[in-house]
């Protein structure tokens, strides 16, 4: 769930990467050699943007939909204001600092003065690394202050590790958790209050009754009958996700949720090309490359997979790296009764396909395997991405605790991993057996390939650039993939790259299992160096001005 843009010298942002979460303590030291690099200038920093127009067709669009769509759009952008709030603070205090609108532009798209494509260093004057806990936690406080805190009772434990507290230090000291509803009660009235303005334009039932719970959550931190009801709708045409959601910007504990928005609209007709692959997962889980107790949860049938067109992003999803598909809810025990619902946004997908990933195939591909990079595959690929997900284990085999807890800063990053790998496995597995057919395997696999590269220049801020970098050592380890030492491109070896994807596989899948959290920083560590080639295959696509991602022109749909 996660934008890019080009730069004309990368060298921060892939020593970024190198400084990984999983194994640098905040603040990585950039080399002699690193420091003496100019530092790239504000205009450098937007070009790694490419400039996307957010636009649908409005036909399949009734007039009340039409006018609930800018209610959604209004409520969306207070759940903007709120991701300000967690990833840095006073939104106003900081543009009023900066004069240069091109300076203020970057600063818009990044929500703070530190750069999501190159590792979250500041790249305003006067500011220091990012805080790893964002702006959830105070700058200054350690694990251990924050542990001898959530220890004093079981509720003072459930308070602090909530997703849905900011946690503070009072006047009189030490540190207090507070909830959302409370730190942010009149925004999230305001908020609550366009929800049930919009509700009362929905002629579908199931999103009217979306719309009223998911008020009642904002304003209670309790959001898990709006979940249910969100899993039940089937017929509408438009949809928001709301509220706070992922914890990939809490990056000292992976506890806290931040809030962002999508405004969307349903692709009907591709919609009904997804429906049937969900029904698959029962078997899918089966079959896994794993012993048996790390496949013993049994996945949610109730789960759902559409096609959607994006009209708006808001918050946590508009910062740094863009996402092109969504698998909500993150509640480990509603995803066991009844599954998940997993949204292909289209145009977004579309806009990254034609702006980044061919042009990244045009460089790096072998010239004979380029034909295999093709939209429907990654189409499928980013689709078996979130259904997978689903898959695997959601508790540790001690059944004391949820592998995301377990695992703590690390999950996000191995949690995206596995679901990379497993969805390259599953989409092997239904071609194979004549169930999917829009594909043939080697334009998956290639895609794939080419997608790693797009993924790896998201950086160290993201888990989709940790997750990518791994992989791609792992899978070069494992012979997936040659390079051609004379045109600096590279070849699928399908019969390698399937056996890697199911080691793969069952290493992340064992890890996430165990609860094991410190084989999970051993084993990111050891698969995050990046070698001189790749290093010099990146450069190679800033020296293009490929774009990184893309940054949205949007709010006027139609």
């Known amino acids: 769930m996660v934008v890019d843009l080009s730069m004309r010298n ?23 050699a690193e420091k003496k690099v100019a530092e790239p200038t504000i205009q450098d920093r937007l070009t790694k943007y490419a400039q996307v127009r957010l636009e649908i067709d409005p036909s399949p669009l009734t007039d009340k939909e039409r006018r609930m769509i800018p209610i959604l759009i209004e409520a969306a952008k207070i759940m903007d ?48 690394p990012k805080p790893p806990g964002a702006n959830f936690y105070p700058s200054d406080i350690t694990k251990e202050q924050f542990e001898s805190a959530a220890s004093v009772s079981a509720e003072a434990a459930k308070q602090f590790r909530s997703q ?20 942010f009660a009149p925004q999230l009235k305001q908020a609550a209050a366009k929800l049930r303005e919009a509700a009362k334009l929905a002629d579908d039932p199931g999103l009217r009754k979306y719309l009223l719970l998911r008020a009642e959550a904002l304003l209670t931190d309790d959001y898990k009958a709006s979940d249910i009801a969100w899993l039940d709708m089937k017929n509408n045409t438009v949809d928001v996700v709301i509220g706070p959601i992922e914890t990939y910007e809490d990056r000292l504990f992976g506890y806290k949720a931040a809030y962002e928005a999508y405004v969307l609209v349903k692709d009907k007709e591709w919609s009904r090309r997804l429906t049937r692959y969900a029904r698959l997962l029962p078997g899918l889980q089966q079959g896994l490359p794993v012993p048996e107790p790390y496949k013993r949860e049994k996945p949610g049938t109730d789960s759902d997979l559409n096609a959607y067109d994006v009209v708006y992003y808001a918050g946590d999803c508009n910062a740094g790296s863009k996402t092109i598909a969504i698998n909500l809810p993150n509640d480990e025990d509603i995803q066991l009764k009844k599954g998940t619902r997993r949204l292909q946004l289209k145009n977004a997908m579309r806009s990254k396909f034609d702006r980044i990933l061919l042009p990244i195939a045009n460089v790096l591909i072998a010239e004979d395997q380029r034909p295999h990079v093709k939209f429907d595959a990654f189409f499928a690929n980013t689709m078996f991405h979130e259904v997978a997900h689903g898959l695997g284990i959601k508790n540790t085999l001690n059944g004391k605790i949820t592998v995301r807890e377990a695992l703590k800063d690390q999950a996000s990053a ?45 950086g ?46 069952e290493k992340i899948l064992r890890l996430q299992g165990d609860g094991d959290y410190e084989g999970a920083v051993r084993f990111l560590r050891q698969m995050s160096t990046m070698g001189p080639e790749l290093k010099a295959d990146l450069d190679r696509l800033s020296r293009e001005r490929i774009p990184v991602d893309v940054v949205f022109d949007q709010g006027r749909p139609f």
């Open 10 to 32: 990368p060298s921060f942002v892939i020593a970024a990467v190198l400084c990984l979460a999983a194994s640098m303590a905040p603040g990585c030291r950039r080399s002699e």
């Open 460 to 505: 160290a801020a993201s888990a989709h650039g940790v997750a990518n970098l791994v992989r791609f050592n792992y899978f070069a380890q494992a012979g997936a993939f040659t390079r051609d030492a004379a045109t600096g491109t590279y070849r699928v070896e399908p019969e390698a790259m399937r056996k890697a994807v199911e080691s793969l596989a």
């Open 164 to 183: 849905y507290t900011m946690v503070v230090r009072p006047e009189g000291g030490g540190l207090e958790a507070v909830p959302y509803h409370v730190m």
């Open 81 to 128: 204001d709120l991701f300000w709030r967690q990833a840095y603070g006073d939104k106003e205090s900081l543009l009023a600092r900066v004069k240069d609108p091109d300076a203020r532009r970057f600063v818009e798209i990044n929500y703070g003065p530190w750069d999501r494509l190159d590792g979250n260093r500041p790249f305003l004057p006067g500011f220091g």
């Open 414 to 458: 191995l949690e995206e991993g596995k679901a990379d790998v497993l969805g390259l496995y599953m989409v092997t597995r239904l071609i194979e057996s004549g169930d999917y057919r829009d594909t043939e395997l080697m334009d998956n696999y290639v895609t794939f390939l080419a997608g790693i590269f797009r993924s790896i220049r998201f």
